[in-house]
């Protein structure tokens, strides 16, 4: 019986390799990459999918939860809380589906945003009756480094200029939206990671 | 070329799941199991390391840190303060030796002790110039669970029943030979476990 592992997936090289880990393990890996509608920017996550041969599925989360979180960046003047914000509610939307035992992430040890603390992991899996897999929780930076370069070929940039399907995009463009520019909430240098290649 | 990992092994199922975790990322692990030459109770962490086809090596460490820890056990009431410091006393003189870059081990996020908070960790890795990998912190005890039902045969009892390759086995002797009985120090039915087969 193959144990499926439902993972929330953007096409960077964290969520990349956090797969590639779970299908050593022995996982049935389903990326899932979380839209709310604005932009078609799931179709590069879509794209890195294929690439690592992972099914993929799109999820459409309610509108209201981006609006909130665009609210928290523009009362923070920074995006920490919202980005977390959008991250718990895409665990949580896919934990509460009846036949998933198992969520993860590319959460890691040096990440400050998105992270789930101790109490907060072990809710997640409390309330929804799953197991919350963090593949690259006990790596730091190096660790990281060493195995991307062994497995994926990555395209790097500054966060406006990489087309990524991240939370991070659509928050932006919400925000232009109300007016207001990304680059007064988003720090300017940035650095994003696409996969864009198997080794 | 190949990327070896030191990686502090017990014999148990964790440090054990954590190895085999490692060799399918790709690296090449030695086994390190630590002694202070009070007990050959290593013998059954070799035991281990052969079932698992891992090269492993024994290594002894000064007996004041196995007395300092008595003294801690014996001061506290209990073992937590001295386990801990016997485990970062086991990686700094792993992560010490010249040629070693990477150090690793069976920590788990449910673990209460042996554990490095991310200062701790981060002051490791920085001292010795090395990378610190723990495998299984991003696991919880379900994931922990299937994965060690897939892989090993384990053999489980109590702590004081099991003959096992780990600190706890020295400290409560050393104790012992203080005239302290370790049942008023380490908690009565703390169940260790031993790998006993490869699946």
Redesign the interface.
């Given at each position: 019986m193959p144990?499926e592992v439902y993972h929330l997936f953007s096409g960077g090289k964290d969520s990349s390799l956090a797969a590639l880990?779970l299908k050593?393990?022995?996982y049935e890996v389903k990326l899932v990459t979380v839209t709310f509608g604005v932009l078609d920017n799931w179709k590069y996550a879509k794209e890195t999918a294929e690439i690592l041969g992972f099914e993929h599925e799109v999820v459409k989360m309610p509108i209201e939860i981006l609006e909130e979180a665009a609210e928290m960046c523009i009362k923070d003047g920074r995006p920490g809380r919202a980005i977390q914000f959008i991250h718990e509610k895409a665990l949580e939307f896919i934990a509460s589906r009846e036949y998933v035992e198992?969520v993860s992430d590319g959460?890691r040890?040096?990440d400050r945003v998105p992270f789930l603390d101790?109490r907060k992991?072990?809710s997640l899996?409390d309330r929804f009756n799953v197991?919350?897999?963090?593949?690259?929780?006990?790596?730091?930076f190096?660790?990281i480094r060493?195995?991307v370069d062994?497995m994926f070929v990555v395209k790097e940039e500054e966060s406006e200029k990489l087309e990524k399907g991240d939370y991070e995009t659509e928050l932006r463009e919400i925000l232009r939206k109300k007016g207001i520019n990304p680059r007064s909430i988003f720090p300017p240098r940035h650095i994003q990671s696409r996969v864009i290649g198997l080794r």
């Open positions: 144990r880990i050593k393990l022995g198992r959460t040890r040096d101790i992991a072990r899996e197991a919350y897999i963090r593949p690259l929780l006990g790596l730091g190096k660790t060493e195995l062994d």
